[in-house]
């Protein structure tokens, strides 16, 4: 009997094959107390099964193949700082001194303790950090209780394969060769969940959030990972394999089309050259952009580097070996460094707890760095250090207020002073803002007297605009970034940079989005960051474009009460 599972479209394109059933991760947790005499022994009980499970990732890390895509080295990093974070591991160990709870007991309270802060977070892939939490927990858990690492059961390869989980860990996907498989579904996740972050890497069809999917689909079961609706469609009929593998096989002509554009220069019909950036997390990243045919890196998120440190934020040397090596990269493409993104609502430890009602409007982004100086410096120094091995530009989340961009120009000033002062080397960088709280969109003059380019993040400002919390599923609904306020915030930024003849760019899910690309460019748009895996089909939408024409019908589409009608219609 044929049914359908939804969940969300993470990755492109249709696979088809036998499901492949990972076991569930889960792992059933005793409770009980300890005498005070085997408190020691319960200690070392919980640092050996630790340490098992250290050893296990560092072997994984270090056999990684050098064709693997850079996030599973990077992914596999978190998961290794988690296990070394001491803090975490002195909470759990209070548990068991000063409660007597067994190892177990007291790893799943802290989870549990910890689970409750990523709730709470704004950022939906710092949210979903807690299922890197929880896998690392579960795998501690089943050294403790003597288990082997989760794993497929076994499957025939003479046919193609879906994995089908419950949630996958990047240790858990290295178990498997990775040709193996043409799609991935499970049952938690997000659009920045790691499953989504590796299939997208990798190229391979992807439906996440499929909640009961595991229990749903039985072991070899046919099924359709439909990637562009974000359905799973098990035990097809005839006439619905036809038609996937119709729509498969002119996948894969569109792909092969769109890898001949690689070195096409982007340039609309009416010869308006498009500059195509990409959007990176790790200093690895790069040679992925650069494999796409990006023209520079228009996001680098610095955030990474400070994540899962257990309160140890990095060192000038550690943050600008980092930035170097992003830098040289890209081979003197251009390098936008965003300062760190994080604050109140993504505490980096527990220094700081989240007393605020509305993480979102809180101390987060610039505010976070100008309430701490001296690591705001550090970070400035390490980016004008690197700046001398290639172009640099340095991007402030956040800013609303005229106050908030002296001070940023004071601490930039001050932090090229100390390093004259220690005789460091370094050069100048270009500084922009982001564009993505209304109060900016709508004072942008202030920002361009002030920033040499402009970049539009579109996520927060749709958020911030229209009063969405994108984390709160009763409301999700209702976050639109074709909503007619928020297309005016954009086109007014965008109208304005032209105007005083200075660079402005889209880094949001909006650049990426190839239906919104000839809006985009109609409403005067040159610039757009995105992910590398989805610039091809941006580079497809701008050579088949006719700029000039598009503008009347972008400001139709602007005094439009429905502009998704429109652009549906188009």
């Given at each position: 009997?044929?049914?359908?599972?939804?969940?969300?479209?993470?990755?492109?394109?249709?696979?088809?094959?036998?499901?492949?059933?990972?076991?569930?991760?889960?792992?059933?947790?005793?409770?009980?107390?300890?005498?005070?005499?085997?408190?020691?022994?319960?200690?070392?009980?919980?640092?050996?099964?630790?340490?098992?499970?250290?050893?296990?990732?560092?072997?994984?890390?270090?056999?990684?193949?050098?064709?693997?895509?850079?996030?599973l080295?990077?992914?596999?990093?978190v998961?290794?700082?988690?296990?070394?974070?001491?803090?975490?591991?002195?909470?759990?160990?209070?548990?068991?001194?000063?409660?007597?709870?067994?190892?177990?007991?007291?790893?799943?309270t802290?989870?549990?303790?910890?689970?409750?802060?990523?709730?709470?977070?704004?950022?939906?892939?710092?949210?979903?950090?807690?299922?890197?939490?929880?896998?690392?927990?579960?795998?501690?858990?089943?050294?403790l209780?003597?288990?082997?690492?989760?794993?497929?059961?076994?499957?025939?390869?003479?046919?193609?394969?879906?994995?089908?989980?419950?949630?996958?860990?990047?240790?858990?996907?290295?178990?498997?060769?990775?040709?193996?498989?043409?799609?991935?579904?499970?049952?938690?996740?997000?659009?920045?969940?790691?499953?989504?972050?590796?299939?997208?890497?990798?190229?391979?069809?992807?439906?996440?959030?499929a909640?009961?999917a595991?229990?749903?689909?039985?072991?070899?079961?046919?099924?359709?990972?439909?990637?562009?609706?974000?359905?799973?469609?098990?035990?097809?009929?005839?006439?619905?394999?036809?038609?996937?593998?119709?729509?498969?096989?002119q996948?894969?002509?569109e792909?092969?089309?769109?890898?001949?554009?690689?070195?096409?220069?982007?340039?609309?019909?009416?010869?308006?050259?498009?500059?195509?950036?990409?959007?990176i997390?790790?200093?690895?990243?790069?040679?992925?952009?650069?494999?796409?045919?990006?023209?520079g890196?228009?996001?680098?998120?610095?955030?990474?580097?400070?994540?899962?440190?257990?309160?140890?934020?990095?060192?000038?040397?550690?943050?600008?070996?980092?930035?170097?090596?992003?830098?040289?990269?890209?081979?003197?493409?251009?390098?936008?460094?965003?300062?760190?993104?994080?604050?109140?609502?993504?505490?980096?430890?527990?220094?700081?707890?989240d007393?605020?009602?509305?993480?979102?409007?809180?101390?987060?982004?610039?505010?976070?760095?100008?309430?701490?100086?001296?690591?705001?410096?550090?970070?400035?120094?390490?980016?004008?250090?690197?700046?001398?091995?290639?172009?640099?530009?340095?991007?402030?989340?956040?800013?609303?207020?005229?106050?908030?961009i002296?001070?940023t120009?004071?601490?930039?000033?001050?932090?090229?002073?100390?390093?004259?002062?220690?005789?460091?080397?370094?050069?100048?960088?270009?500084?922009?803002?982001?564009?993505?709280?209304?109060?900016?969109?709508?004072?942008?003059?202030?920002?361009?007297?002030?920033?040499?380019?402009?970049?539009?993040?579109t996520?927060?400002?749709?958020?911030?605009?229209?009063?969405?919390?994108?984390?709160?599923?009763?409301?999700?609904?209702?976050?639109?970034?074709l909503?007619?306020?928020?297309?005016?915030?954009?086109?007014?930024?965008?109208?304005?940079?032209?105007?005083?003849?200075?660079?402005?760019?889209?880094?949001?899910?909006?650049a990426?989005?190839?239906?919104?690309?000839?809006?985009?460019?109609?409403?005067?748009?040159?610039?757009?960051?995105?992910?590398?895996?989805?610039?091809?089909?941006?580079?497809?939408?701008?050579?088949?474009?006719?700029?000039?024409?598009?503008?009347?019908?972008?400001?139709?589409?602007?005094?439009?009460?429905?502009?998704?009608?429109?652009?549906?219609?188009?």
């Amino acid at each position: 009997m044929t049914f359908a599972i939804h969940g969300l479209a993470v990755a492109r394109g249709v696979a088809m094959g036998r499901a492949v059933l990972v076991a569930s991760s889960r792992v059933e947790v005793a409770h009980y107390f300890v005498e005070p005499d085997a408190v020691p022994a319960e200690l070392a009980r919980l640092r050996a099964a630790r340490d098992a499970v250290v050893a296990e990732l560092q072997r994984l890390r270090a056999e990684l193949p050098r064709d693997a895509p850079p996030e599973l080295a990077a992914l596999l990093d978190v998961h290794l700082l988690m296990l070394l974070d001491e803090s975490i591991g002195a909470d759990v160990r209070q548990w068991i001194i000063q409660r007597r709870y067994n190892a177990e007991w007291a790893l799943v309270t802290q989870l549990d303790i910890l689970s409750r802060q990523f709730d709470e977070m704004q950022d939906d892939y710092l949210r979903e950090r807690k299922a890197d939490l929880e896998q690392v927990v579960e795998r501690v858990l089943r050294r403790l209780k003597g288990a082997a690492p989760p794993m497929a059961q076994g499957q025939e390869q003479d046919e193609p394969l879906v994995l089908v989980a419950h949630d996958l860990s990047p240790a858990d996907m290295l178990q498997f060769k990775k040709s193996v498989f043409t799609g991935f579904v499970t049952d938690l996740g997000g659009k920045t969940s790691h499953t989504a972050i590796v299939a997208r890497s990798l190229d391979i069809p992807a439906v996440v959030g499929a909640r009961s999917a595991s229990d749903l689909v039985r072991q070899d079961d046919w099924v359709i990972v439909d990637g562009d609706a974000g359905v799973l469609i098990v035990d097809p009929s005839p006439i619905i394999i036809e038609e996937y593998a119709y729509r498969q096989r002119q996948g894969e002509l569109e792909r092969g089309r769109l890898a001949r554009l690689r070195n096409t220069p982007a340039i609309t019909l009416d010869g308006e050259r498009i500059e195509l950036l990409a959007n990176i997390e790790q200093p690895d990243d790069a040679g992925a952009a650069l494999a796409a045919g990006a023209v520079g890196v228009g996001l680098f998120r610095s955030e990474f580097l400070f994540m899962g440190r257990g309160g140890q934020l990095p060192g000038e040397d550690e943050q600008y070996l980092a930035y170097r090596r992003a830098v040289e990269a890209m081979q003197g493409l251009p390098t936008t460094i965003r300062t760190i993104d994080i604050g109140a609502d993504k505490p980096l430890d527990e220094r700081r707890p989240d007393t605020h009602l509305n993480p979102a409007l809180g101390l987060r982004a610039i505010r976070w760095s100008l309430a701490e100086p001296a690591m705001f410096l550090t970070q400035l120094r390490a980016l004008l250090r690197a700046a001398a091995h290639g172009q640099v530009q340095v991007l402030i989340p956040m800013l609303a207020h005229a106050s908030e961009i002296r001070q940023t120009l004071e601490l930039l000033a001050r932090a090229r002073q100390q390093l004259d002062q220690r005789g460091a080397v370094h050069a100048p960088v270009k500084i922009g803002a982001m564009i993505e709280v209304p109060a900016a969109a709508l004072s942008v003059r202030l920002f361009l007297r002030h920033f040499d380019f402009l970049s539009i993040g579109t996520n927060d400002l749709t958020q911030y605009a229209l009063a969405i919390d994108r984390s709160d599923e009763s409301v999700a609904h209702l976050y639109d970034p074709l909503h007619p306020a928020v297309l005016q915030l954009v086109a007014g930024t965008i109208a304005e940079a032209r105007a005083w003849d200075k660079p402005v760019t889209v880094c949001g899910e909006m650049a990426g989005d190839p239906q919104m690309t000839r809006l985009l460019l109609g409403l005067g748009l040159r610039s757009f960051s995105m992910h590398p895996s989805q610039l091809l089909a941006v580079k497809q939408e701008i050579l088949r474009a006719d700029a000039a024409k598009l503008a009347p019908w972008a400001q139709v589409v602007l005094a439009s009460d429905e502009p998704a009608a429109l652009l549906q219609a188009r």
